[in-house]
């Protein structure tokens, strides 16, 4: 399943918080998970695409939940999101490319044969 989750990066993991339901319940089981955040600056059109692959940990022991306290980690959503959990990634990938400009999509240009940029 895909959700919307806001995280922040902790010593080479990814910690976000989620309240008791489908989230909570999917990342203890024992299939993986991915992440995938993705973005762009405005100002050079480049944008942005990283996933993350990895296991999914919920944070229990007294040290691991005192800790998680000081990441600063908000919830952009009302309600209880009591729960801490961590991703340890396998593996992490992205990419980076120039957005294409709107008066592009849909031109003879847009689906005019190019040589590869290598």
Do not use: C
């Not at 024992?30 to 919920?58: C, F, I, R, Y």
């Not at 990634?89 to 005019?112: K, L, M, Y």
């Amino acid at each position: 399943d895909i959700f919307p989750i806001n995280y922040t990066v902790d010593h080479g993991t990814l910690v976000f918080r989620t309240g008791v339901g489908t989230k909570l319940t999917a990342v203890l089981g024992e299939n993986p998970v991915a992440v995938e955040a993705d973005g762009v600056d405005p100002d050079t059109g480049m944008a942005w695409s990283v996933v993350v692959k990895g296991s999914a940990e919920l944070l229990a022991s007294t040290e691991d939940l005192l800790d998680s306290f000081s990441l600063r980690l908000f919830p952009w959503h009302s309600g209880p999101k009591d729960n801490f959990v961590r991703i340890t990634p396998t593996s992490v990938t992205g990419r980076r490319f120039r957005v294409t400009q709107p008066a592009e999509w849909w031109t003879a240009q847009a689906n005019a044969p190019r040589s590869s940029p290598e």
